[in-house]
């Protein structure tokens, strides 16, 4: 197996960069209906509900840990996540290296939020996780 060269895990960073962006994108895209005839261009409405809908995301990188491993990338992953987000008009809560209480309460906010906003509700962590 190959070391992890800096052009390795550059290349692994863009690389999950990616794949969450195109989840994103088949999230927010409109699902393809299976149809024989062409399909014709769809006229959006103004009350149309999944593209009006707010947009709220949750973002947290921790890559800064007390007792595991370091990362190198967690925290920025998360605030590239947050600057792509804001651009496709998602309302953004995010926070890097946090702890564990500032996790919970970020949580309890986005939760609490989304369910006042009654929107569309995307999360992403970047850091260790752990079951127990």
């Known amino acids: 197996m190959d070391d992890l060269t800096g052009k390795n ?3 692994l960073r863009i690389s ?3 794949i969450s ?4 994108f088949s999230i927010l895209s409109p699902p393809a209906a299976a149809q024989t005839e062409p399909e014709k261009p769809r006229q959006i409405a103004a009350d149309d509900k999944p593209l009006n809908q707010k947009r709220l995301a949750l973002v947290i990188g921790n890559s800064d840990y007390k007792y595991a491993v370091k990362l190198s990338n967690a925290a920025n992953d998360a605030i590239d996540m947050t600057a792509v987000l804001t651009k496709l008009g998602f309302e953004v ?5 946090q702890t564990k209480e500032q996790m919970k309460q970020s949580i309890r906010d986005f939760g609490d939020r989304l369910s006042q906003q009654q929107g569309i509700g995307l999360v992403f962590y970047a850091g260790h996780g752990v079951q127990s």
């Open 16 to 18: 999950s960069l990616l």
């Open 21 to 24: 962006l195109s989840l994103i």
């Open 93 to 97: 809560i995010s926070g890097v290296n």
């Open 9 to 11: 895990i550059f290349r």
